[in-house]
T-cell receptor
Framework: NAGVTQTPKFQVLKTGQSMTLQCAQDMNHNSMYWYRQDPGMGLRLIYYSASEGTTDKGEVPNGYNVSRLNKREFSLRLESAAPSQTSVYFC???????????FGPGTRLTVL | RKEVEQDPGPFNVPEGATVAFNCTYSNSASQSFFWYRQDCRKEPKLLMSVYSSGNEDGRFTAQLNRASQYISLLIRDSKLSDSATYLCVVKVGAGSYQLTFGKGTKLSVIP
């Protein structure tokens, strides 16, 4: 039982490049989330998916898109990376959107 | 006013000491409260929920004061392994997507 897994662990991009961050959970959770964590800031919600087939914007959605591919997987896409998107990205899941969230190990992204 | 405020620390305490962290929140409609722990370069993990009557889990005690919009975490008999950043987290509405995270308080327990 791996919990929440994220790939890649590290990534360096140039401004304007695109990439997709992958997240998968094996806990049969319904709800999944993407956060970013910046130095001196609390975690901020980018997008969430309350259940398979639905996605909604969080606090800081600009510059990102998401796909809830199936119940297990929730990906985050940066279409045209900007230096302001340099951050640590965490994926999380919960049984429903009323339960405790479990976090993945994070992806450290640098945009040059 | 920031939604969830914490003293960033760092708090440097000797092993065996008692240390307390405080957190204030601005939204009086907040419904649920939590403390998460985050080790350096790791993901946050739930430490404990905070209940209105106060609750204890081993060496950890959490308190909530709704009137003052204030949450606290007390750690007794600090261990080296308690060194981490402690995040105060508030749920504004019913859904988990409505979690608001504080910036965290860093604790270093010194031998």
């Amino acid at each position: 039982n791996a919990g929440v897994t994220q790939t890649p662990k590290f990534q360096v991009l140039k401004t304007g490049q695109s990439m997709t961050l992958q997240c998968a959970q094996d806990m049969n959770h319904n709800s999944m989330y993407w956060y970013r964590q910046d130095p001196g800031m609390g975690l901020r919600l980018i997008y969430y998916s309350a259940s398979e087939g639905t996605t909604d914007k969080g606090e800081v959605p600009n510059g990102y898109n998401v796909s809830r591919l199936n119940k297990r997987e929730f990906s985050l896409r940066l279409e045209s990376a900007a230096p302001s998107q340099t951050s640590v990205y965490f994926c999380a899941s919960s049984e429903t959107d009323y339960n405790e969230q479990f976090f993945g190990p994070g992806t450290r992204l640098t945009v040059l | 006013r920031k939604e969830v405020e914490q003293d960033p620390g760092p708090f440097n305490v000797p092993e065996g000491a008692t240390v307390a962290f405080n957190c204030t929140y601005s939204n009086s409609a907040s419904q649920s409260f939590f403390w998460y722990r985050q080790d350096c370069r790791k993901e946050p993990k739930l430490l404990m929920s905070v209940y209105s009557s106060g609750n204890e889990d081993g060496r950890f005690t959490a308190q909530l004061n709704r009137a003052s919009q204030y949450i606290s975490l007390l750690i007794r008999d600090s261990k080296l392994s308690d060194s981490a950043t402690y995040l105060c987290v508030v749920k504004v509405g019913a859904g988990s997507y409505q979690l608001t995270f504080g910036k965290g308080t860093k604790l270093s327990v010194i031998p």
